[in-house]
């Protein structure tokens, strides 16, 4: 099928949806998102993403708000580095939110707001929790890697109180290359 064809596609949905909204075809959204087609489609295998529309080919069409799905979930992977379950779990909870925020606009009864509040909160609490899991883990890694640093400098200062300015002296004197290198064995 031709780019031209599938156009025609996507536009056919869109009009057959009736909701003025812009679908992009999955190459487009890879494009916008730097992702590639198949993650998108093992996205939708893993219920990450359901792709808006299908075309009556079949073809997945993806709305702008799949697009900032997407690109939420990749934040949550690159810059978080949260696996997939993390995501999956991430997503389901902004889901909720989401069907509760929508029903929300409509449903004016106090006590369904006032339950509706209580499992906000506590979806925002799962979050939460899986959020400070993933902080805790990297506050220890970085005073691992603080007391690795704490480390050196004391066995420099050690080094160099007991073998004072010989071992200044013997590391200023070499040529900065020699001094640059790396030692045979690591601390």
């Not at 869109?14 to 890879?30: F, S």
């Not at 792709?51 to 708000?65: A, C, M, T, V, W």
């Amino acid at each position: 099928m031709t780019d031209d064809q599938l156009r025609a596609l996507a536009r056919s949905a869109q009009d057959a949806a009736g909701d003025g909204e812009r679908y992009l075809r999955i190459d487009e959204v890879a494009r916008r998102t730097n992702l590639t087609k198949r993650t998108l489609r093992y996205y939708e295998e893993l219920d990450l993403l359901e792709p808006s529309q299908r075309s009556e080919g079949n073809y997945r069409l993806y709305s702008e708000s799949d697009v900032r799905l997407l690109e939420r979930i990749k934040e949550m992977r690159d810059l978080l580095g949260l696996e997939l379950k993390e995501i999956r779990q991430l997503v389901d909870a902004e889901l909720e939110r989401a069907r509760i925020r929508e029903r929300w606009q409509t449903d004016t009864d106090p006590v369904w707001r006032l339950s509706a509040l209580d499992a906000a909160e506590r979806v925002a609490y799962r979050e939460l929790e899986l959020l400070q899991e993933r902080i805790a883990g990297l506050e220890r890694m970085r005073r691992t890697l603080q007391e690795r640093v704490d480390s050196y400098d004391r066995l420099r200062s050690e080094m160099l109180a007991q073998h004072g300015a010989t071992a200044a002296a013997a590391t200023d004197s070499k040529p900065a290359s020699e001094s640059d290198e790396q030692p045979n064995g690591r601390p």
